[in-house]
Protein backbone atom coordinates (compact mmCIF):
# COMPACT_ATOMS: atom_id res chain seq x y z
CA UNK A 1 0.00 0.00 0.00
CA UNK A 2 1.36 3.19 -0.98
CA UNK A 3 2.37 6.47 1.69
CA UNK A 4 -0.76 8.51 0.48
CA UNK A 5 -3.92 5.44 0.25
CA UNK A 6 -2.35 4.34 3.94
CA UNK A 7 -2.40 7.81 4.89
CA UNK A 8 -6.26 7.77 3.20
CA UNK A 9 -7.04 5.57 6.01
CA UNK A 10 -6.86 7.76 8.71
CA UNK A 11 -9.24 10.34 7.74
CA UNK A 12 -13.06 10.60 6.11
CA UNK A 13 -13.80 11.78 3.15
CA UNK A 14 -17.84 13.48 2.81
CA UNK A 15 -19.14 13.08 -0.38
CA UNK A 16 -23.44 13.03 0.22
CA UNK A 17 -25.20 15.27 2.55
CA UNK A 18 -25.93 12.82 4.67
CA UNK A 19 -22.55 12.03 5.86
CA UNK A 20 -22.48 15.94 5.97
CA UNK A 21 -24.92 16.11 8.57
CA UNK A 22 -23.24 13.48 10.72
CA UNK A 23 -20.26 15.39 10.67
CA UNK A 24 -21.97 18.49 11.67
CA UNK A 25 -23.41 16.58 14.59
CA UNK A 26 -20.23 15.14 15.71
CA UNK A 27 -18.46 18.93 15.79
CA UNK A 28 -21.72 20.31 17.65
CA UNK A 29 -19.56 19.60 20.97
CA UNK A 30 -16.63 20.68 19.93
CA UNK A 31 -14.95 23.52 22.16
CA UNK A 32 -12.65 24.00 19.18
CA UNK A 33 -12.65 23.53 15.42
CA UNK A 34 -9.39 23.87 13.12
CA UNK A 35 -10.13 24.32 9.21
CA UNK A 36 -8.70 25.16 6.06
CA UNK A 37 -10.18 24.96 2.58
CA UNK A 38 -8.80 24.34 -1.16
CA UNK A 39 -10.55 26.92 -3.47
CA UNK A 40 -9.57 28.15 -7.27
CA UNK A 41 -9.97 31.80 -7.32
CA UNK A 42 -8.97 32.67 -11.38
CA UNK A 43 -12.09 32.39 -13.11
CA UNK A 44 -15.11 33.68 -11.12
CA UNK A 45 -15.63 36.65 -9.13
CA UNK A 46 -15.64 34.82 -6.11
CA UNK A 47 -13.71 32.37 -4.89
CA UNK A 48 -15.00 28.74 -5.90
CA UNK A 49 -14.77 26.49 -2.79
CA UNK A 50 -13.79 23.13 -3.38
CA UNK A 51 -12.80 21.08 -0.33
CA UNK A 52 -13.29 21.48 3.01
CA UNK A 53 -10.67 20.03 5.54
CA UNK A 54 -11.47 20.09 9.14
CA UNK A 55 -10.20 18.61 12.38
CA UNK A 56 -11.11 18.13 16.04
CA UNK A 57 -10.77 15.77 18.67
CA UNK A 58 -11.88 12.13 17.40
CA UNK A 59 -12.34 13.85 13.88
CA UNK A 60 -10.02 14.49 10.73
CA UNK A 61 -12.48 14.59 7.52
CA UNK A 62 -12.60 16.42 4.23
CA UNK A 63 -16.05 17.77 2.36
CA UNK A 64 -16.02 17.49 -1.05
CA UNK A 65 -17.82 20.65 -1.70
CA UNK A 66 -18.53 20.47 -5.23
CA UNK A 67 -20.81 17.18 -4.32
CA UNK A 68 -21.89 19.02 -1.27
CA UNK A 69 -22.30 22.54 -2.29
CA UNK A 70 -24.89 23.44 0.98
CA UNK A 71 -22.38 23.72 3.92
CA UNK A 72 -23.85 26.84 5.93
CA UNK A 73 -24.61 24.23 8.90
CA UNK A 74 -20.39 24.17 9.21
CA UNK A 75 -20.09 27.84 9.41
CA UNK A 76 -22.99 28.70 11.80
CA UNK A 77 -20.98 25.97 14.13
CA UNK A 78 -18.24 28.48 14.08
CA UNK A 79 -20.42 31.72 14.90
CA UNK A 80 -21.68 30.22 18.14
CA UNK A 81 -20.59 31.31 21.01
CA UNK A 82 -17.54 29.70 23.22
CA UNK A 83 -16.03 27.60 20.04
CA UNK A 84 -13.19 28.63 18.98
CA UNK A 85 -12.16 28.38 15.38
CA UNK A 86 -8.05 27.41 14.48
CA UNK A 87 -7.01 28.42 10.97
CA UNK A 88 -3.57 29.39 9.07
CA UNK A 89 -3.42 32.38 7.05
CA UNK A 90 -7.49 32.31 6.79
CA UNK A 91 -8.50 35.84 4.96
CA UNK A 92 -10.33 33.65 2.21
CA UNK A 93 -11.45 31.31 4.37
CA UNK A 94 -13.45 34.55 6.52
CA UNK A 95 -14.51 35.84 3.59
CA UNK A 96 -16.50 32.22 2.98
CA UNK A 97 -17.74 32.32 6.20
CA UNK A 98 -18.45 36.47 5.80
CA UNK A 99 -20.09 35.54 2.92
CA UNK A 100 -22.16 32.35 3.56
CA UNK A 101 -23.89 33.48 6.81
CA UNK A 102 -23.18 37.34 7.11
CA UNK A 103 -21.05 36.14 10.97
CA UNK A 104 -18.10 35.80 12.21
CA UNK A 105 -16.53 32.78 14.32
CA UNK A 106 -16.95 33.28 17.48
CA UNK A 107 -13.40 33.11 18.56
CA UNK A 108 -10.69 33.18 15.74
CA UNK A 109 -7.20 31.88 16.15
CA UNK A 110 -4.97 32.06 12.84
CA UNK A 111 -1.63 30.38 13.91
CA UNK A 112 0.20 33.25 11.10
CA UNK A 113 -0.27 35.79 13.40
CA UNK A 114 0.17 34.19 16.47
CA UNK A 115 3.66 32.98 15.09
CA UNK A 116 4.52 36.79 13.78
CA UNK A 117 3.56 37.34 17.41
CA UNK A 118 6.40 34.92 19.30
CA UNK A 119 8.68 35.06 16.85
CA UNK A 120 11.15 36.61 13.70
CA UNK A 121 8.82 35.03 11.00
CA UNK A 122 5.62 36.91 9.38
CA UNK A 123 3.74 35.98 6.95
CA UNK A 124 5.23 32.15 7.34
CA UNK A 125 3.42 29.14 5.48
CA UNK A 126 2.28 26.62 6.96
CA UNK A 127 5.00 24.07 6.23
CA UNK A 128 7.68 26.63 7.37
CA UNK A 129 5.47 27.32 10.68
CA UNK A 130 4.86 22.95 11.21
CA UNK A 131 8.36 22.19 10.97
CA UNK A 132 9.59 25.56 13.03
CA UNK A 133 7.28 25.11 16.14
CA UNK A 134 6.58 21.05 16.09
CA UNK A 135 9.71 19.80 14.64
CA UNK A 136 7.74 18.01 11.93
CA UNK A 137 7.75 18.18 7.77
CA UNK A 138 4.31 18.90 6.09
CA UNK A 139 3.33 17.69 2.88
CA UNK A 140 3.94 20.79 0.07
CA UNK A 141 3.25 17.97 -3.22
CA UNK A 142 0.25 19.58 -4.24
CA UNK A 143 0.53 22.98 -4.21
CA UNK A 144 -0.23 23.19 -8.38
CA UNK A 145 -3.13 21.07 -8.02
CA UNK A 146 -6.36 21.98 -9.71
CA UNK A 147 -8.95 21.38 -7.46
CA UNK A 148 -11.80 21.70 -9.36
CA UNK A 149 -10.96 18.28 -11.21
CA UNK A 150 -12.87 15.42 -10.26
CA UNK A 151 -11.49 11.85 -8.72
CA UNK A 152 -9.08 13.11 -6.50
CA UNK A 153 -6.68 10.89 -6.12
CA UNK A 154 -5.32 9.84 -2.67
CA UNK A 155 -1.80 11.73 -2.57
CA UNK A 156 -4.10 15.43 -2.99
CA UNK A 157 -6.56 14.01 -0.17
CA UNK A 158 -3.52 13.72 2.06
CA UNK A 159 -2.01 16.85 1.15
CA UNK A 160 -5.34 18.59 1.76
CA UNK A 161 -6.09 17.21 5.15
CA UNK A 162 -2.33 17.66 6.38
CA UNK A 163 -3.34 21.12 6.32
CA UNK A 164 -5.35 21.13 9.68
CA UNK A 165 -3.97 17.93 11.03
CA UNK A 166 -1.31 20.04 12.79
CA UNK A 167 -3.40 22.79 13.64
CA UNK A 168 -4.68 22.16 16.67
CA UNK A 169 -1.09 21.07 18.93
CA UNK A 170 0.07 24.40 16.76
CA UNK A 171 -2.23 25.96 18.41
CA UNK A 172 -2.22 24.91 21.85
CA UNK A 173 1.68 25.59 20.76
CA UNK A 174 1.30 28.83 20.61
CA UNK A 175 -1.08 29.77 23.32
CA UNK A 176 1.04 28.67 25.73
CA UNK A 177 4.25 30.90 24.01
CA UNK A 178 1.76 33.90 24.10
CA UNK A 179 1.15 33.42 27.57
CA UNK A 180 4.23 33.21 28.32
CA UNK A 181 5.78 36.17 26.91
CA UNK A 182 2.39 38.23 27.88
CA UNK A 183 0.52 38.94 24.77
CA UNK A 184 -2.44 36.63 24.61
CA UNK A 185 -4.20 40.17 24.55
CA UNK A 186 -2.06 40.95 21.96
CA UNK A 187 -3.02 38.07 19.66
CA UNK A 188 -6.61 39.52 21.06
CA UNK A 189 -6.93 42.49 20.34
CA UNK A 190 -4.91 41.50 16.53
CA UNK A 191 -7.57 39.36 15.56
CA UNK A 192 -9.91 41.80 16.23
CA UNK A 193 -8.10 44.46 13.82
CA UNK A 194 -7.36 41.50 11.42
CA UNK A 195 -11.58 40.33 11.03
CA UNK A 196 -12.70 44.17 10.98
CA UNK A 197 -9.84 44.46 8.00
CA UNK A 198 -11.26 41.25 6.44
CA UNK A 199 -14.84 42.26 7.05
CA UNK A 200 -14.54 45.76 5.42
CA UNK A 201 -12.70 44.17 2.24
CA UNK A 202 -15.33 42.54 1.99
CA UNK A 203 -18.30 44.74 2.86
CA UNK A 204 -16.76 47.83 1.16
CA UNK A 205 -16.08 48.44 -2.21
CA UNK A 206 -12.44 49.69 -2.85
CA UNK A 207 -12.67 51.36 -6.06
CA UNK A 208 -9.21 53.40 -4.50
CA UNK A 209 -7.29 50.05 -4.93
CA UNK A 210 -7.20 50.42 -8.64
CA UNK A 211 -3.54 50.47 -9.97
CA UNK A 212 -2.36 53.60 -11.40
CA UNK A 213 -4.83 56.42 -9.42
CA UNK A 214 -2.09 58.24 -8.20
CA UNK A 215 -1.77 61.19 -10.72
CA UNK A 216 -5.75 61.35 -11.63
CA UNK A 217 -7.43 64.54 -11.01
CA UNK A 218 -10.72 64.96 -8.57
CA UNK A 219 -13.01 64.41 -12.02
CA UNK A 220 -11.27 61.68 -13.31
CA UNK A 221 -11.03 60.07 -9.79
CA UNK A 222 -14.66 60.57 -10.36
CA UNK A 223 -15.05 58.41 -13.56
CA UNK A 224 -12.83 56.04 -11.93
CA UNK A 225 -14.78 54.96 -9.22
CA UNK A 226 -18.41 55.31 -11.48
CA UNK A 227 -16.05 52.69 -13.86
CA UNK A 228 -15.26 50.66 -10.52
CA UNK A 229 -18.66 49.94 -9.94
CA UNK A 230 -19.67 49.26 -13.10
CA UNK A 231 -16.96 46.75 -13.68
CA UNK A 232 -17.89 45.51 -10.30
CA UNK A 233 -21.40 44.57 -10.56
CA UNK A 234 -20.96 43.31 -14.62
CA UNK A 235 -17.89 40.58 -13.24
CA UNK A 236 -20.20 39.63 -10.26
CA UNK A 237 -23.30 39.25 -12.92
CA UNK A 238 -21.15 37.09 -14.88
CA UNK A 239 -19.55 35.46 -12.26
CA UNK A 240 -16.00 36.26 -13.56
CA UNK A 241 -12.98 38.27 -12.17
CA UNK A 242 -13.36 41.93 -12.61
CA UNK A 243 -10.28 42.65 -13.89
CA UNK A 244 -11.46 40.42 -17.08
CA UNK A 245 -14.40 42.86 -17.86
CA UNK A 246 -11.46 45.74 -17.68
CA UNK A 247 -7.76 45.75 -17.01
CA UNK A 248 -6.91 48.50 -14.13
CA UNK A 249 -4.66 50.01 -16.77
CA UNK A 250 -7.54 50.32 -19.53
CA UNK A 251 -9.90 51.68 -16.51
CA UNK A 252 -6.89 54.53 -15.95
CA UNK A 253 -6.74 55.49 -19.40
CA UNK A 254 -10.38 55.81 -19.47
CA UNK A 255 -10.69 58.37 -16.89
CA UNK A 256 -7.60 60.27 -18.78
CA UNK A 257 -10.02 60.18 -21.90
CA UNK A 258 -12.56 61.69 -20.19
CA UNK A 259 -15.14 60.56 -23.15
CA UNK A 260 -18.06 58.44 -22.70
CA UNK A 261 -18.20 58.14 -26.69
CA UNK A 262 -18.58 54.57 -27.30
CA UNK A 263 -16.51 55.07 -30.95
CA UNK A 264 -13.70 56.88 -29.10
CA UNK A 265 -13.97 54.40 -26.17
CA UNK A 266 -13.76 51.72 -29.01
CA UNK A 267 -10.42 53.27 -30.11
CA UNK A 268 -8.28 52.60 -27.26
CA UNK A 269 -5.50 50.28 -27.56
CA UNK A 270 -7.37 46.94 -25.94
CA UNK A 271 -10.84 47.67 -25.97
CA UNK A 272 -10.79 46.26 -29.74
CA UNK A 273 -12.20 42.38 -27.46
CA UNK A 274 -15.98 41.53 -29.50
CA UNK A 275 -17.61 40.43 -26.13
CA UNK A 276 -16.58 44.39 -24.70
CA UNK A 277 -19.88 45.56 -27.87
CA UNK A 278 -22.35 43.69 -26.01
CA UNK A 279 -21.22 45.77 -22.40
CA UNK A 280 -20.26 48.99 -24.13
CA UNK A 281 -23.54 51.26 -23.23
CA UNK A 282 -23.35 50.83 -19.73
CA UNK A 283 -19.38 51.35 -19.43
CA UNK A 284 -20.03 54.58 -21.25
CA UNK A 285 -23.17 55.66 -19.28
CA UNK A 286 -20.27 54.49 -16.09
CA UNK A 287 -18.16 57.26 -17.69
CA UNK A 288 -20.83 60.02 -18.18
CA UNK A 289 -21.90 59.48 -14.56
CA UNK A 290 -18.32 60.38 -13.45
CA UNK A 291 -17.97 63.33 -16.04
CA UNK A 292 -21.39 64.79 -14.09
CA UNK A 293 -20.82 64.64 -11.24
CA UNK A 294 -21.55 67.90 -9.48
CA UNK A 295 -18.12 69.40 -8.04
CA UNK A 296 -19.09 68.92 -4.29
CA UNK A 297 -19.15 65.45 -5.11
CA UNK A 298 -15.74 64.40 -6.47
CA UNK A 299 -13.58 62.48 -4.30
CA UNK A 300 -9.97 63.50 -3.36
CA UNK A 301 -11.02 66.92 -2.37
CA UNK A 302 -9.35 66.84 1.05
CA UNK A 303 -6.89 69.47 1.76
CA UNK A 304 -4.59 68.74 4.15
CA UNK A 305 -0.49 70.18 4.42
CA UNK A 306 1.36 67.87 2.75
CA UNK A 307 4.42 65.80 4.45
CA UNK A 308 8.02 67.04 3.02
CA UNK A 309 9.97 64.39 1.40
CA UNK A 310 12.49 63.65 3.92
CA UNK A 311 10.00 62.13 5.97
CA UNK A 312 9.64 58.98 3.51
CA UNK A 313 13.91 58.87 4.11
CA UNK A 314 13.43 59.22 8.25
CA UNK A 315 10.65 56.67 7.96
CA UNK A 316 12.69 53.89 6.63
CA UNK A 317 15.58 54.87 8.69
CA UNK A 318 13.19 54.21 11.81
CA UNK A 319 11.85 51.44 10.95
CA UNK A 320 15.27 49.95 10.88
CA UNK A 321 15.90 50.45 14.08
CA UNK A 322 12.52 48.95 15.30
CA UNK A 323 12.93 45.96 13.91
CA UNK A 324 16.03 45.38 15.18
CA UNK A 325 14.13 46.04 18.79
CA UNK A 326 11.20 43.41 17.70
CA UNK A 327 13.66 40.81 16.88
CA UNK A 328 15.50 41.31 20.25
CA UNK A 329 11.69 40.88 21.95
CA UNK A 330 10.96 37.53 20.00
CA UNK A 331 8.53 39.40 17.38
CA UNK A 332 8.54 39.92 13.35
CA UNK A 333 8.80 43.50 12.00
CA UNK A 334 6.45 43.09 9.53
CA UNK A 335 3.64 42.27 11.65
CA UNK A 336 4.62 45.11 13.77
CA UNK A 337 4.25 47.90 10.70
CA UNK A 338 6.18 48.30 7.25
CA UNK A 339 8.20 51.39 6.66
CA UNK A 340 4.99 53.25 5.22
CA UNK A 341 3.65 52.96 8.36
CA UNK A 342 6.63 54.29 10.15
CA UNK A 343 6.35 57.43 7.75
CA UNK A 344 2.65 57.70 8.74
CA UNK A 345 3.14 57.82 12.16
CA UNK A 346 6.16 60.10 11.99
CA UNK A 347 3.34 62.37 9.94
CA UNK A 348 1.10 62.35 12.57
CA UNK A 349 2.93 63.45 15.07
CA UNK A 350 4.15 66.15 13.42
CA UNK A 351 0.86 67.15 12.47
CA UNK A 352 0.75 66.41 8.59
CA UNK A 353 -1.76 63.80 7.13
CA UNK A 354 -4.89 62.37 8.37
CA UNK A 355 -5.56 63.97 11.88
CA UNK A 356 -8.63 62.45 12.74
CA UNK A 357 -7.59 58.77 12.19
CA UNK A 358 -4.39 57.41 14.72
CA UNK A 359 -1.86 55.77 12.95
CA UNK A 360 -1.90 51.90 13.20
CA UNK A 361 1.64 52.36 15.39
CA UNK A 362 -0.07 54.46 18.05
CA UNK A 363 -2.25 52.31 18.72
CA UNK A 364 -3.11 49.37 21.00
CA UNK A 365 0.27 46.53 21.80
CA UNK A 366 2.20 48.39 18.49
CA UNK A 367 2.07 51.73 20.68
CA UNK A 368 3.73 49.66 23.68
CA UNK A 369 6.28 48.27 21.18
CA UNK A 370 7.14 50.96 18.84
CA UNK A 371 5.92 54.22 20.93
CA UNK A 372 8.93 55.19 23.37
CA UNK A 373 11.53 54.24 20.95
CA UNK A 374 10.27 56.55 18.14
CA UNK A 375 9.85 59.51 20.63
CA UNK A 376 13.15 58.75 22.53
CA UNK A 377 14.98 58.77 18.54
CA UNK A 378 13.11 61.77 17.98
CA UNK A 379 14.12 64.04 21.27
CA UNK A 380 17.57 62.62 21.24
CA UNK A 381 17.61 60.24 24.18
CA UNK A 382 18.09 57.23 22.18
CA UNK A 383 20.84 57.28 19.07
CA UNK A 384 21.20 54.46 16.87
CA UNK A 385 24.96 53.09 15.70
CA UNK A 386 26.59 50.86 13.95
CA UNK A 387 27.89 47.66 16.70
CA UNK A 388 29.47 44.76 15.95
CA UNK A 389 29.27 44.44 11.35
CA UNK A 390 29.19 40.70 11.68
CA UNK A 391 26.60 40.58 13.79
CA UNK A 392 23.16 39.31 12.38
CA UNK A 393 22.06 42.47 14.60
CA UNK A 394 24.32 44.92 13.71
CA UNK A 395 22.73 47.90 14.94
CA UNK A 396 22.70 49.42 18.42
CA UNK A 397 20.24 51.26 20.13
CA UNK A 398 21.85 53.69 23.18
CA UNK A 399 19.49 55.04 25.55
CA UNK A 400 20.66 58.51 26.71
CA UNK A 401 20.01 59.72 30.73
CA UNK A 402 18.41 63.39 31.39
Known amino acids: MSKAAKARESFDVITSEARFRELVERLADQPFIAFDTEFVSEHTYRSQLCLLQVAAPGVLAVVDTLAVPEIDPFWRLLAEPGRTTVVHAGREEMGFILHAIKARPSKLFDVQVAAGLVDHDYPAGYAAIVRRFLGEQA ?222 LSRGWRAQVVGSLVDDLLSGRAALRIGDIRSAEPLVIERRGG
Open 139 to 360: DKGETRTDWRKRPLSDSQLAYAVDDVRHLERLWRKMEDKLEALGRTAWMAAEMAIWQDDVEESFVRKRWRRVAGLGNLSRRELAVARELWHWRDAVAEDRDMPPKRVLRDDLLVELCKRKTASEQQIAAVRGMQRSDLRHIMKGLSDAIQRGLDCPEGDLPGGERRQAPPAHLAMLGQFMATAVAGLCRQLKLAPALVGTSSDMRDLLAWKLGYGDLDREPL
